[in-house]
């Protein structure tokens, strides 16, 4: 794909890999804008993310690379960061970065995808918990903190889906994304999950489509051999709704290209 803008490094601590890897594997599938996103610090489940220590070292690591890479690919420095009220750090929020990838992992400190804390699911409400997530989504939309949506339906990781349709449920994040004009990505990790499906799913790609929110495209890889997984499988499933263009951002600043 031409633009793959989240991936990882293994400073977020569950990724593995030279970041190098990561790109060697990009410039193969033919990729002319990568991004590395990885996980942003904050003070809550340190351990799945690099600390505020690291962050001038992920940063001048990637843009040693970008330096090396120039003349083969455009490498992108960004971080995906996590909302969670109380929790946004000014010194992400602020970095000198490309782009900012917005991502809901926690609701009331519960981390919804994370295999640890997947009984939790058995003691509540699902149709509720999906409303909380998009809810979730809404007030990252309003923020103005961020330029992408990761994985904008990833509380059907694991199977546990809701009773109400998911397009009633999502259409306020989606009015909220469109007025806030962020792209969404389309993701592949969702295929390498039990859920089996693209992030996201159609029911939310038929809303994307109907309030024309422009979309990038993502291998959220954890590893090198992830990086442009089923690329073909999101780009023909962009097309399907009728998209032909894509966004990456330099410098926080959103262009399109033609995919």
Known sequence: MIVDLHNHTTLC??????NEEYVKKAIQNGTK???????????????YRMSFEQMQEYEKNIKKLQIKYKDEITILLGYEVDFLEGYLDARVLNAKVDYLVGSVHFLKG???????????????DIDKIW??????????????????????????????LPKKEIKHIAHRAIQEIKKADLVVELNSAGLRK??????????????????????TFSSDAHKP???????????????????????????????????
């Open 131 to 160: 409303q909380e997530y998009f809810e979730a989504i809404v007030q990252m939309a309003r923020s103005g903190h961020f330029d992408v949506i990761g994985h904008i339906d990833l509380i059907k990781v694991f199977n546990y």
């Open 110 to 124: 519960w981390g919804f995808d994370n295999p640890e804390f997947i009984g939790h699911y058995h003691s509540k």
């Open 13 to 18: 601590n569950h990724a593995e890999g030279k």
């Open 33 to 47: 804008y990568f991004g590395f996103s990885d996980h942003a610090p904050m003070e809550f489940d340190k351990k």
């Open 194 to 215: 039990p859920c089996h499906e693209i992030y996201p799913g159609n029911s939310i790609m038929e809303l994307l489509s109907e309030y024309n929110v422009p979309i």
């Open 225 to 259: 051999q992830d990086v442009g997984y089923a690329k073909d499988q999101l780009i023909a499933y962009a097309k399907s709704y009728g998209y032909s263009k894509c966004a990456y951002f330099i410098q926080r600043e959103r262009e399109l290209i033609n995919f």
